[in-house]
């Protein structure tokens, strides 16, 4: 499975950004996918991930309340709207995929930089 990132850029805070990560190799719908991210100086944190079924998520605390992680299996793509951006969401992200809940986050995209200013 190849991961393709992309949506990321510049915005002010309190902008909006939907990231798009594209799978390719094979169907990853019955897959996890997580978005991950990576700000200079810290560790990489995951921020959301969803469920093949596409109900059944998780977020970060930093996330909660202004992301939304969705996926459309369809396109073999997952997504994550942004919302109420704030300097401290600058940071490089991640999508990745666990081919099962039980299976580490085995692959992963090249990653996509956004970085929010004051």
């Known amino acids: 499975v190849q991961l393709q990132a992309s949506g990321g850029g510049s915005v002010q805070a309190g902008g909006s950004l939907r990231l798009s990560c594209a799978a390719s190799?094979?169907?990853?719908?019955?897959?996890?996918m997580g978005w991950f991210r990576q700000a200079p100086g810290k560790e990489r944190e995951q921020i959301a991930g969803?469920?093949?079924?596409?109900?059944?998520?998780f977020y970060a605390d930093s996330a909660k309340r202004r992301f939304v992680i969705s996926r459309d299996n369809a396109k073999n793509t997952i997504y994550l709207q942004m919302n109420s951006l704030k300097p401290e969401d600058t940071a490089i992200y991640y999508c990745?995929?666990?081919?099962?809940?039980?299976?580490?986050?085995?692959?992963w995209g090249q990653g996509t930089q956004v970085t929010v200013s004051s």
């Open positions: 990745a995929a666990a081919p099962t809940p039980l299976d580490d986050y085995d692959y």
């Open positions: 190799g094979r169907t990853v719908k019955t897959w996890i």
């Open positions: 969803i469920a093949g079924d596409g109900v059944s998520t």
